[in-house]
């Protein structure tokens, strides 16, 4: 697998033919590489935050070509961005993303379990004719946002705090009576089905007024500019 240099400054991506991966990945990992995660490593990459600022966001894209010569290609996000003093990517930090998510999971929990679903995914990129890694987005603490964003996250995560926004102005104001179908439509709703969904459960278990209350306690990811 070949991993493109980084286009964001302050952001490295290191593929498995870095000199300083297998280092990385063993810090991240907690131990030497075992058998659990050694046939994950020729599709995965490092990320490491070489800026002065949090990560808040990225999205690491593998674009792949199978066994058939049809090409594909899945982003993998990792978002923080309701919560960005809890990012863990501070400066100097690094990130281990494997184009099979759960083996990215693994290293972050320093876990060796993995499900046979996983190990199937895996044995299929094996198959590839070819994988290469590319750094899509990252969207800073700060809220800067810069990458080619092949997928459109900044146009989605744009439309989704405005949506959240209109439903909890929406359910502020309703009647208690009328909580309840504002929801049901705003689950129809995709920018923002998430929060009506927890809103929901919250006025199923307690009540239309706790529904209320909890929308007006809901975080929004904080707004992006590039």
């Known amino acids: 697998m070949k991993a493109k240099p980084s286009c964001v400054a302050g952001v490295e991506l290191a593929g498995p033919d870095s000199a300083h991966f297998i280092p990385s990945v063993e810090a991240l990992y907690g131990r030497a590489v075992d058998d659990v995660l050694r046939g994950a490593l020729p599709y995965s990459v490092i990320v490491r935050n070489e800026s002065a600022a ?117 359910i502020s104001r309703r009647s208690p009576d009328d909580v309840e179908a504002a929801l049901l439509h705003a689950m129809e709703i995709p920018d923002c089905k998430g929060l009506a969904r927890r809103l929901y459960k919250a006025l199923l278990e307690l009540g239309p007024e706790a529904a209320q209350a909890l929308a007006k306690t809901h975080r929004y990811r904080i707004p992006l500019r590039r």
Do not use: W
Request: hydrophobic letters at 40%; charged letters at 30%.
């Open 54 to 170: 949090a990560i808040a966001l990225f999205g690491v894209r593998f674009d792949m070509t199978g066994a058939n010569g049809k090409k594909y290609s899945v982003i993998h996000y990792a978002d923080s961005l309701r919560h960005p003093e809890k990012a863990d990517l501070v400066p100097g930090a690094a990130r281990f993303v494997c184009a099979e998510p759960l083996y990215s999971d693994l290293v972050l929990r320093q876990s060796r379990d993995i499900d046979e679903r996983s190990r199937m995914n895996l044995e299929n990129l094996r198959k590839a004719l070819q994988v290469r890694a590319s750094l899509d987005c990252v969207a800073f603490d700060n809220g800067h946002f810069a990458g080619p964003d092949t997928n459109g996250a900044f146009d989605r995560l744009a439309r989704e705090r405005h949506a959240e926004s209109e439903l909890v102005r929406k």
